[in-house]
Protein backbone atom coordinates (compact mmCIF):
# COMPACT_ATOMS: atom_id res chain seq x y z
CA UNK A 1 0.00 0.00 0.00
CA UNK A 2 1.21 3.22 -1.36
CA UNK A 3 2.28 5.66 2.31
CA UNK A 4 2.92 9.16 0.60
CA UNK A 5 5.50 10.07 2.41
CA UNK A 6 6.47 12.35 -0.64
CA UNK A 7 4.11 15.42 -1.67
CA UNK A 8 3.60 14.58 -5.00
CA UNK A 9 5.11 17.32 -7.47
CA UNK A 10 2.71 18.44 -10.96
CA UNK A 11 4.40 19.92 -14.12
CA UNK A 12 4.55 23.59 -12.85
CA UNK A 13 6.56 23.10 -9.58
CA UNK A 14 9.85 24.49 -8.85
CA UNK A 15 12.29 24.27 -6.21
CA UNK A 16 10.80 27.48 -4.56
CA UNK A 17 7.29 25.90 -4.57
CA UNK A 18 7.74 22.62 -3.17
CA UNK A 19 9.32 24.05 -0.01
CA UNK A 20 12.56 25.65 1.54
CA UNK A 21 14.23 24.87 4.38
CA UNK A 22 17.03 26.59 6.88
CA UNK A 23 19.26 24.10 9.41
CA UNK A 24 21.03 25.70 12.02
CA UNK A 25 22.65 22.53 13.55
CA UNK A 26 26.48 20.87 14.25
CA UNK A 27 29.43 22.25 16.82
CA UNK A 28 32.98 21.94 16.39
CA UNK A 29 32.69 19.09 19.51
CA UNK A 30 29.46 17.96 17.22
CA UNK A 31 30.13 18.43 13.79
CA UNK A 32 28.40 14.88 12.27
CA UNK A 33 25.43 16.43 13.59
CA UNK A 34 25.18 19.27 10.64
CA UNK A 35 25.22 16.34 7.85
CA UNK A 36 23.36 14.10 9.58
CA UNK A 37 20.22 16.74 10.28
CA UNK A 38 21.33 18.49 6.51
CA UNK A 39 20.70 15.21 4.97
CA UNK A 40 17.95 13.88 6.44
CA UNK A 41 16.21 17.76 4.74
CA UNK A 42 17.37 16.59 1.90
CA UNK A 43 15.51 13.73 1.71
CA UNK A 44 12.02 15.04 2.75
CA UNK A 45 11.01 16.69 -0.20
CA UNK A 46 11.43 20.37 -0.39
CA UNK A 47 13.41 22.18 -2.97
CA UNK A 48 15.79 24.23 -1.70
CA UNK A 49 17.83 23.69 1.66
CA UNK A 50 19.86 26.15 3.35
CA UNK A 51 22.95 25.74 6.20
CA UNK A 52 23.61 28.22 8.66
CA UNK A 53 26.43 28.50 10.70
CA UNK A 54 28.80 31.09 11.93
CA UNK A 55 31.78 28.29 11.68
CA UNK A 56 33.17 28.07 8.13
CA UNK A 57 34.67 24.95 8.56
CA UNK A 58 31.23 23.34 9.49
CA UNK A 59 29.92 25.26 6.40
CA UNK A 60 32.65 23.16 4.00
CA UNK A 61 32.04 20.48 5.31
CA UNK A 62 28.25 20.37 4.60
CA UNK A 63 28.98 22.15 1.06
CA UNK A 64 31.57 19.66 0.48
CA UNK A 65 29.26 16.52 1.35
CA UNK A 66 26.37 18.35 -0.39
CA UNK A 67 26.96 20.56 -2.78
CA UNK A 68 22.87 21.18 -3.95
CA UNK A 69 23.13 22.91 -0.01
CA UNK A 70 23.38 26.68 -0.02
CA UNK A 71 25.37 27.39 2.75
CA UNK A 72 25.49 30.68 4.55
CA UNK A 73 27.13 32.14 7.97
CA UNK A 74 23.99 34.49 9.17
CA UNK A 75 20.38 34.47 9.76
CA UNK A 76 19.44 37.79 8.07
CA UNK A 77 17.62 38.13 4.91
CA UNK A 78 17.03 34.29 5.11
CA UNK A 79 13.23 33.47 4.05
CA UNK A 80 12.12 29.81 4.67
CA UNK A 81 9.58 28.22 4.88
CA UNK A 82 10.90 25.72 7.78
CA UNK A 83 13.38 26.79 10.42
CA UNK A 84 15.28 23.41 11.61
CA UNK A 85 17.43 24.60 14.92
CA UNK A 86 18.96 23.12 17.82
CA UNK A 87 20.72 19.26 16.43
CA UNK A 88 24.39 18.98 17.57
CA UNK A 89 24.18 21.77 20.39
CA UNK A 90 25.08 24.80 17.67
CA UNK A 91 25.62 28.12 19.87
CA UNK A 92 22.63 30.32 19.14
CA UNK A 93 23.72 33.58 19.24
CA UNK A 94 20.44 34.51 16.84
CA UNK A 95 17.93 33.09 18.53
CA UNK A 96 15.60 36.21 18.82
CA UNK A 97 16.62 37.20 15.38
CA UNK A 98 15.15 34.44 13.33
CA UNK A 99 13.56 35.53 10.38
CA UNK A 100 9.75 34.33 10.47
CA UNK A 101 8.78 31.27 9.37
CA UNK A 102 5.62 29.01 9.06
CA UNK A 103 7.13 25.65 11.05
CA UNK A 104 9.93 25.68 12.91
CA UNK A 105 11.56 22.23 14.40
CA UNK A 106 14.09 22.93 17.40
CA UNK A 107 15.84 19.94 19.04
CA UNK A 108 18.57 19.54 21.73
CA UNK A 109 19.69 23.43 23.06
CA UNK A 110 17.08 25.04 20.67
CA UNK A 111 14.17 23.52 22.56
CA UNK A 112 14.01 25.98 25.45
CA UNK A 113 12.87 28.85 23.09
CA UNK A 114 9.66 27.06 22.18
CA UNK A 115 8.12 29.52 22.96
CA UNK A 116 10.32 32.53 21.81
CA UNK A 117 10.50 31.25 18.47
CA UNK A 118 8.88 33.07 15.53
CA UNK A 119 6.86 30.79 13.63
CA UNK A 120 3.19 30.08 13.33
CA UNK A 121 3.76 26.14 14.22
CA UNK A 122 7.09 25.16 16.19
CA UNK A 123 7.55 21.67 16.92
CA UNK A 124 9.69 20.00 19.58
CA UNK A 125 11.80 16.50 19.92
CA UNK A 126 12.82 15.55 23.12
CA UNK A 127 13.91 11.84 24.82
CA UNK A 128 12.92 10.89 28.07
CA UNK A 129 15.79 13.33 29.80
CA UNK A 130 15.49 16.60 27.70
CA UNK A 131 11.42 16.48 28.91
CA UNK A 132 13.09 16.49 32.59
CA UNK A 133 15.30 19.47 31.66
CA UNK A 134 12.60 21.27 30.12
CA UNK A 135 10.82 20.72 33.65
CA UNK A 136 8.32 18.02 32.57
CA UNK A 137 8.20 14.45 34.41
CA UNK A 138 7.20 11.67 31.94
CA UNK A 139 4.73 9.33 33.10
CA UNK A 140 5.66 5.51 32.58
CA UNK A 141 4.14 3.05 29.84
CA UNK A 142 2.30 4.12 26.81
CA UNK A 143 -0.39 5.90 28.83
CA UNK A 144 1.68 7.83 31.02
CA UNK A 145 4.57 8.88 28.58
CA UNK A 146 0.84 9.55 26.05
CA UNK A 147 -0.34 11.71 29.03
CA UNK A 148 3.06 13.84 29.46
CA UNK A 149 3.07 14.55 26.02
CA UNK A 150 0.05 15.94 25.72
CA UNK A 151 0.65 17.94 29.17
CA UNK A 152 4.25 19.26 27.64
CA UNK A 153 1.97 20.61 23.96
CA UNK A 154 -0.37 22.53 26.13
CA UNK A 155 2.03 24.01 28.26
CA UNK A 156 4.36 25.10 25.26
CA UNK A 157 2.15 25.90 22.80
CA UNK A 158 3.63 23.30 20.12
CA UNK A 159 3.58 19.48 18.39
CA UNK A 160 6.10 17.68 21.10
CA UNK A 161 7.66 14.53 19.79
CA UNK A 162 8.35 12.75 22.72
CA UNK A 163 11.13 10.09 21.72
CA UNK A 164 11.91 6.87 22.63
CA UNK A 165 10.39 3.38 22.51
CA UNK A 166 6.70 4.59 20.82
CA UNK A 167 7.65 7.68 19.69
CA UNK A 168 4.19 10.08 20.69
CA UNK A 169 3.23 13.25 18.94
CA UNK A 170 0.81 15.53 20.80
CA UNK A 171 -0.37 18.77 19.46
CA UNK A 172 -1.42 21.69 21.85
CA UNK A 173 -5.27 21.04 20.92
CA UNK A 174 -4.95 17.41 22.82
CA UNK A 175 -4.54 15.36 19.76
CA UNK A 176 -1.86 12.27 20.40
CA UNK A 177 -0.53 9.42 17.96
CA UNK A 178 2.12 6.83 18.70
CA UNK A 179 4.21 5.34 16.57
CA UNK A 180 4.22 1.83 16.75
CA UNK A 181 6.76 0.99 13.28
CA UNK A 182 9.73 2.13 15.50
CA UNK A 183 12.15 -0.56 16.76
CA UNK A 184 15.44 -0.40 19.52
CA UNK A 185 17.91 -0.28 16.58
CA UNK A 186 17.46 3.57 16.43
CA UNK A 187 18.80 3.87 19.60
CA UNK A 188 21.80 4.96 18.00
CA UNK A 189 23.76 8.12 18.56
CA UNK A 190 23.02 10.57 15.33
CA UNK A 191 18.94 9.16 14.28
CA UNK A 192 17.06 12.13 15.93
CA UNK A 193 19.36 14.70 14.40
CA UNK A 194 18.26 12.49 10.88
CA UNK A 195 14.80 12.68 12.00
CA UNK A 196 14.67 16.35 12.92
CA UNK A 197 15.94 17.44 9.40
CA UNK A 198 13.13 15.27 7.85
CA UNK A 199 10.43 17.03 10.00
CA UNK A 200 11.44 20.47 8.75
CA UNK A 201 11.52 19.17 5.25
CA UNK A 202 8.52 17.37 5.29
CA UNK A 203 6.88 20.37 6.94
CA UNK A 204 7.93 22.42 4.12
CA UNK A 205 6.78 20.64 1.45
CA UNK A 206 3.20 19.45 2.71
CA UNK A 207 2.59 22.79 4.22
CA UNK A 208 0.01 21.35 6.91
CA UNK A 209 -2.96 24.51 7.57
CA UNK A 210 -3.96 22.95 11.37
CA UNK A 211 -1.89 21.51 14.30
CA UNK A 212 -3.83 18.37 13.36
CA UNK A 213 -2.62 18.64 9.37
CA UNK A 214 0.76 19.36 11.44
CA UNK A 215 0.82 16.41 13.38
CA UNK A 216 -0.47 14.02 10.21
CA UNK A 217 3.12 15.43 8.95
CA UNK A 218 5.28 15.01 11.40
CA UNK A 219 4.23 11.25 11.98
CA UNK A 220 4.41 10.61 8.17
CA UNK A 221 8.48 11.86 9.33
CA UNK A 222 8.34 9.17 12.03
CA UNK A 223 6.81 6.44 10.09
CA UNK A 224 9.44 6.67 7.21
CA UNK A 225 12.11 7.49 9.54
CA UNK A 226 11.24 4.22 11.29
CA UNK A 227 11.02 1.92 8.10
CA UNK A 228 14.16 3.03 7.05
CA UNK A 229 15.82 1.88 9.75
CA UNK A 230 13.40 -1.22 9.89
CA UNK A 231 14.96 -2.05 6.19
CA UNK A 232 18.93 -1.38 7.18
CA UNK A 233 18.42 -3.64 9.93
CA UNK A 234 17.52 -6.21 7.86
CA UNK A 235 20.91 -6.07 5.58
CA UNK A 236 23.12 -4.42 8.49
CA UNK A 237 24.10 -4.98 11.86
CA UNK A 238 24.51 -3.14 13.77
CA UNK A 239 23.19 0.10 12.23
CA UNK A 240 24.11 3.58 12.63
CA UNK A 241 22.23 6.99 11.74
CA UNK A 242 24.06 6.95 8.29
CA UNK A 243 22.42 3.79 7.74
CA UNK A 244 19.36 5.25 8.01
CA UNK A 245 20.02 8.27 6.25
CA UNK A 246 20.94 6.03 3.42
CA UNK A 247 17.72 3.79 3.50
CA UNK A 248 15.38 6.78 3.41
CA UNK A 249 15.42 7.66 0.09
CA UNK A 250 14.10 4.11 -0.96
CA UNK A 251 11.46 4.01 1.44
CA UNK A 252 10.20 8.11 0.74
CA UNK A 253 9.14 6.13 -2.75
CA UNK A 254 6.54 4.06 -0.77
Known sequence: MKKNFLRKLNKYSHKYSHGTVAVIAGSLDFAGASLLCVGGARRGGSGYINYVHEEESLRNLVVSTYPDVVTREKVRGIKVDAWVI????PKLPWRFNIPRAK?????????KYARRIN????????????ARKLGFVIGEGDEGREQ?????????GCVVVLKGHHTVVASPEGLAVIDELAGP???????????????????????????QEVVVVIFKAISAHALAA?????????ITSSDVLKYLPIVMKQ
Do not use: C, Q
Open 148 to 156: SAREMAEAL
Open 230 to 238: TAAAAEINP
Open 119 to 130: AEFVVISPHEGE
Open 103 to 111: YAVLDASAM
Open 86 to 89: GPGS
Open 185 to 211: ELATAGTGDVLAGLMGSMLASWKPESY
